[in-house]
């Protein structure tokens, strides 16, 4: 088989493109001032700032007040849950609602909220990996502050009823956050008609320059700074503009958002070849996630017998970058992978391939293949893979494995 080079880690980061590019490049040279300076290189990067406000904000669908520019979706999580449980704790509300698989921004912020007297309920998710509005109305009590579930999920590609749990928090008037970090231009995200108060995206994964991202927060919720200094971004987030950066963003957001119906459509038949490829060719695997319900380039996969960082290194010695699952874990075992009950057989030998860009079927036939061959020669040196074929030959082993996923 013909060697390729395929990148299948968008969920990771996406290379910045040519449009963007371009669209950035004045605001290093010609256009160079500072947002705060009152002379015109200085009125002219105000002006672009201002601009990639407003059309983030028409691609949003909200008004440019409610957009809050940031470094990314980190940043923008911490802003959200930080400054949205003080501002709710002046109001004798400490009490935080958030899901077991939430990225670690929104997990790790949590837990420091927790230190400092705050209580948070970790919502379980089942087998799918869905949250139902059911399990966060029966959580909230009248000391809930807020409730952050994400949009997607960055490891399984899950999507989450959030429109609909929103609307039970402003009936009992709690704070609504999503990190909609994975969701921005996969998948049709509006702020329009519904009750979410504060959102988080990160510029990176969507063709953006990594180091930007947008906190939007609704009119009427007055969250407290998160950074201080000279006041810029109307005081809730202070120092100076990346102008270059935050243009790049908005180009990347009407670009990405643009082209989803026609995005969507490609990357799924892809995607659902890829699944079913795998099925077909690899015995013992499991699809993690709900399968209908999920990012319509995400593929995450258990292939039992093996071990996840060995495939992933021959997946690169045969052109493939993939990933074992959030590229912020720091390689320690998917807390996302176990919440959905997993055990850890299964989370070990997991893959997490995420297509995007021009990815085409015959790549996704190259990845069949080449995951296929790879998943085969890695068995072939796993003790585990080996005992079980000692003492039970073939059929036991696709029995013991069937039992445990």
Partial sequence: MEKRYIYADYAATSPVSEAVLNEMLPYFTEQFGNPSSLYKYGRNARKAVESARERTAAVLGCEPSEIYFTSGGTESDNHALRCGAELMAAKGKRHIITTEIEHHAVLNTCEYL???????????????????????????????????????????GTIQPVYEIAELCRERGVLFHTDAVQAVGNIPVTL?????????????????PKGTGVLFIRNGVKLPSLIFGGGQEKGLRSGTENVPAIVG????????????????????????????GLFEKVPAVRLNGDRACRLPGNINMSFLGTEG??????????????????????????HVLRALGLPPEAVQGSVRFTIGGDITAEDGRYIVDTTAQIVKRVRNMSSLWERYSRESGNSGILKYFSSII
């Fill in 114 to 156: 927790e230190k400092i007297g705050f209580d948070v309920t970790y919502l379980p998710v089942g087998e799918s990996g869905v949250i139902s509005p059911e399990q966060v109305k029966k959580a909230i009590t009248d000391n809930t502050a807020v409730v952050s579930v994400m949009l997607a999920n960055n490891e399984t």
């Fill in 192 to 208: 329009s008609g519904n009750c979410i108060d504060m959102l988080s995206l990160s510029g990176h994964k969507l063709g953006a």
């Fill in 249 to 276: 963003l908005a180009k990347a957001l009407e670009d990405s958002c643009g082209s989803i119906p026609e995005k969507s459509a490609r990357l799924t038949a892809v995607r659902d070849m890829i699944i079913d």
């Fill in 309 to 334: 960082e060995a495939l992933l290194l021959m997946l690169d010695m045969n052109g493939i970058s993939a990933s074992g699952g959030s590229a912020c874990a720091g390689g320690s075992p998917s």
